[in-house]
């Protein structure tokens, strides 16, 4: 019973590794691990048709369609980066200062240039190679207040029929006048921007006002009015990364609870609502992040690179709420999404908790989906999931190739990858069902 052949079909073989379902208990995450030792996965039009052992999957096998075959490589589910902003990727490594500071003398200057479409287009086409590269096949992304910016991001992430969340930054006070928009004006931008690009091929978007200083009360109600209107719209934003901004926020609405109840007044919590950091969590924080079902995005690289804090995955667990992994690039140092797992497990050591490799993986896929509204689409393997997968090699350097000799079992494999690998260890990324980026051609 072979099926037609199909050219939108492909046959990937190799070593399949995925967790197969959410879990509300990390320890839990262990009893759904997947590994496939020689296994198969065939697409069909993006979407996988059929996954299982290589023997069992014989019948199924679209006649004419090359098995693309990684005997020594594990293939994992695309990465799945829930807070990054593409504006910044000229500005990585921008010394000495912590976020307030930093946001002023580096970050407001560089997206001053968004302005530009054409140098938008060039920043865009590098943001989207370096996810591939990186292995990540969805991002939740900032963009600059310029509506051209996401225009930009969104025009080169649908050349590779990419699965990206994007917004433009709604920001009226605060920062440059030239960075400003009006409530008004973003208002209008931003559903300019839903109605042009949300829902379009993979792309959606994300109402993304910067954070509460930037945005005037009129500004967040007008966030929420569009919330509103388009209830299946993200919203995108960052929320208790640093103490001065904390007080900063509870200067600027004394009349809220906390830094959250601001949000929250305005309509911007939710099951699509992404809150990037969540260092300094209070206790009515964490309670209200759980009723309204909100995720987190957890930027261990960014926490550390601007001396924010420590996140602890122990409260989110422990709270249930949701979390991703973010790599906030440019506060955050690598667009790696394994060397954001090297220090997010580093994080949890300075709090004395331990970080698995398995929790790991299950933060990068499946659990970022999950926190994203989209883990009926993307994070696994599962029959009927978009087919984003990334094939990575173990030994990319010389020490890797030692360490991973001496591993003991696919757990520990995953960990010294975790801990030890980089770009160099993403050998191909598949979009899609289609191979959008690899190492050496295949
Ligand atoms: N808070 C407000 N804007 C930003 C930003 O661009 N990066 C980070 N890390 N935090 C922010
Ligand atoms: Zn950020």
């Known amino acids: 019973m072979s099926l037609k052949h199909s050219p939108q079909s492909s046959v990937i073989r190799g070593n399949f590794l995925d967790i197969t379902q959410t879990v509300t208990q990390a320890n839990d995450i ?31 096998l679209p006649q004419g369609v090359t098995v693309q075959h990684y ?80 225009d930009a991001l969104f025009e080169e992430a649908e050349k590779f029929d990419m699965r990206l969340i994007a917004g433009k930054v709604m920001m009226d006070r605060h920062a440059p006048e030239e960075l400003c928009d009006t409530a008004e004006q973003s208002y209008q931008d931003s559903k300019a921007l839903i109605e042009k690009w949300h829902g379009k091929g993979r792309a959606l978007y994300a109402i993304t006002p910067r954070f509460a200083p930037t ?25 208790s990364e640093n103490k001065d901004e904390i007080a900063w926020v509870k200067s600027l609405f004394p009349e809220r609870k906390n830094y959250l109840d601001v949000y929250n007044y305005y309509g911007l919590t939710g099951n699509r609502s992404v809150f990037a950091h969540c ?34 995955l122990k409260q989110a667990w422990d709270k249930q709420v949701k979390v ?56 696994n393997f599962n029959i009927g999931k978009e087919a984003d997968c990334i094939v990575i090699q ?5 020490l890797q190739h030692l360490r991973q000799s001496e591993a003991k079992g696919i757990e520990d494999r995953l960990f010294a990858l975790f801990t030890m690998g980089d770009d160099r260890n993403i050998h191909t990324t598949y979009i899609h069902g289609k191979i959008a980026y690899t190492q050496k051609p295949h």
């Open 324 to 379: 991703g992994l973010g790599t906030d690039i440019g506060a955050g140092t690598s667009f790696s999404q394994l060397q954001t797992l090297n220090e997010a497990y580093k994080v949890q050591q300075l709090q004395g908790e331990k970080l698995s490799a398995f929790e790991s993986l299950y933060h990068a896929t499946l659990g970022g989906a999950k926190s994203l509204d989209l883990d009926d689409k993307l994070g």
């Open 30 to 60: 262990k009893n759904h691990v997947r590994y496939i030792e020689d296994g198969v996965m065939i697409t069909c039009e993006g979407k996988i048709t059929w996954f299982g052992t290589w023997d069992d999957g014989q019948p199924y």
């Open 394 to 398: 173990f030994n990319a350097t010389a």
């Open 215 to 239: 945005s005037t009360p009129e500004q967040l109600s007008k966030a929420g009015q569009l919330k509103q209107e388009f209830p299946d719209v993200y919203v995108h934003t960052h929320l």
């Open 71 to 150: 005997p020594n490589e594990l293939i994992l589910p695309g990465f799945i980066d829930t807070h990054i902003h593409y504006p910044q990727t000229e500005m990585v490594g921008a010394y000495g200062e912590q976020l307030l500071n930093w946001l002023n003398t580096y970050t407001f200057p560089t997206e001053l240039k968004f302005k530009d479409k054409t140098y938008a287009d060039k920043i865009a086409a590098i943001f989207i190679q370096e996810l591939l590269k990186n292995g990540t096949t969805t991002a939740l992304v900032f963009g600059t207040v310029h509506p051209q910016s996401i």
């Open 279 to 312: 260092v300094h969590l209070e206790e009515d924080e964490w309670q209200c992040m759980h009723q309204t079902d909100s995720a987190i995005a957890f930027c261990p690289t960014s926490n550390l690179f601007l001396g924010s804090g420590l996140f602890s």
